[in-house]
């Protein structure tokens, strides 16, 4: 039976060494100085409307793309053992992952990583500007 990686892979032709990279990254993550990326959404449930939350149009494609690495890097960490991921489940890890690779999306469509991010806060901080 063939799991998302050969799916996607027969679809897309795709090299999935970047996000094997993130992972990497992520399982050497030192927390306590990079905290953890996450990517929070939020609506008010207690308002009394009708409306339906709809996010920025300029990030709807971003959307589908982060829906689609949430699917690969969960397929990734699945083939894991329960022990590496700390007994927890695959998308677990696989949301920290997406929130590492898609933090952000500039105006131009470009994809920055939260390590860029945190990276400039941090040397701030050391640098103490």
Do not use: W
């Not at 690969?72 to 992952?97: C, R």
């Amino acid at each position: 039976m063939k799991d998302m990686i050969d799916v996607l892979k027969e679809i897309y032709g795709e090299d999935f060494s970047k996000y094997e990279d993130v992972m990497e990254y992520c399982d050497k993550r030192v927390t306590a100085d990079e905290g953890i990326p996450a990517i929070i959404g939020l609506d008010d449930l207690t308002a009394d409307r009708d409306v339906v939350y709809e996010g920025a149009k300029m990030e709807s494609d971003f959307n589908i793309t982060m829906a689609l690495g949430a699917m690969v890097f969960e397929s990734l960490y699945a083939k894991q053992s329960k022990e590496k991921l700390g007994n927890y489940p695959a998308i677990a890890p696989a949301m920290s992952a997406v929130a590492e690779m898609y933090f952000h999306q500039k105006e131009n469509g470009e994809t920055v990583q939260y390590r860029d991010v945190i990276r400039k806060h941090l040397d701030k901080k050391v640098n103490h500007e």
